[in-house]
C-alpha cells in the first residue's frame, strides 16, 4: 500500500477537486440541502469556487497515494475567528486510508507554523459522519445554531480545537 503524499494544490488539479468536490456535496448533503439546489446550481458554484487556486495567505492541499487525488483541503488562516479549515473532502473510496488525517494534520502544522494554536470549522448538524469523524480526531462541538447555503436555512454546529498543540500528530508527511 502506498503512502499519502500531501502537497500544494495546482492549477492541473482544479477540475478534480471541483469534481470531488462536487459529488461529496451531493453525497453528504442529499436530503439536508435542497435536491434543486445541488443540481445545476451546486455545479456553477463548485466551477465559481474553483477557477483558480486559493491564494496566500489560504493554504490549498491535496493528498494523492499512488499517482491518484484522493482529496483535498483548504484552509483559511486569516479569518477573523482565527484559522478556519473551509474544507476538507476525501474521495468515498479512500476514506479510512490516511488521505483525510494527512490533509488535516497538514493544516494543523500549518496553523502551528503561523503562530496560532487553534483550528475550527462549520458542518452541518445533519452530517452524522464528519461530525463523528472530528470527534474522534478530538474537535469540540458546540451548540447548534442556524446558518444558511446559498439561501437554504441549515442548522449547523462548529467543531473547534481550541489547542492543536496538544493535538497527538502523525510523522510529518512531504508537502
Avoid at 469534481?19 to 439546489?37: I, K, P, T, V
Avoid at 497515494?65 to 483535498?72: E, R, S, Y
Avoid at 507554523?113 to 478530538?138: I, P, S, T
Avoid at 480545537?161 to 508537502?175: D, E, F, H, K, Y
Wanted: charged share 20%.
Amino acid at each position: 500500500m502506498s503512502a499519502v503524499l500531501i502537497r500544494a494544490m495546482a492549477a492541473e488539479d482544479l477540475e478534480a477537486v471541483s469534481d470531488l468536490h462536487l459529488r461529496n456535496w451531493r453525497d453528504s448533503y442529499a436530503g439536508l440541502l435542497d435536491s434543486a439546489f445541488l443540481g445545476d446550481p451546486v455545479v456553477k458554484d463548485m466551477a465559481r469556487r474553483w477557477a483558480q487556486v486559493p491564494l496566500a495567505p489560504d493554504l490549498a492541499i491535496v493528498a494523492v497515494k499512488g499517482g491518484i487525488l484522493t482529496g483535498f483541503a483548504r484552509l483559511r488562516v486569516d479569518h477573523p475567528k482565527g484559522p478556519l479549515l473551509m474544507n476538507l473532502h476525501v474521495e468515498a473510496q479512500h476514506r479510512g486510508t490516511g488521505s483525510g488525517r494527512a490533509l488535516f494534520e497538514a493544516c494543523v502544522r500549518h496553523v502551528l507554523q503561523q503562530g496560532q494554536d487553534r483550528l475550527w470549522l462549520e458542518v452541518l448538524l445533519g452530517n452524522q459522519a464528519a461530525r463523528a469523524l472530528y470527534a474522534r480526531w478530538g474537535g469540540v462541538e458546540s451548540e447548534p445554531f442556524e446558518d444558511s447555503i446559498s439561501g437554504t436555512p441549515v442548522t449547523s454546529v462548529c467543531i473547534s480545537w481550541p489547542a492543536v498543540s496538544r493535538l497527538t500528530l502523525g510523522p510529518i508527511r512531504p508537502s
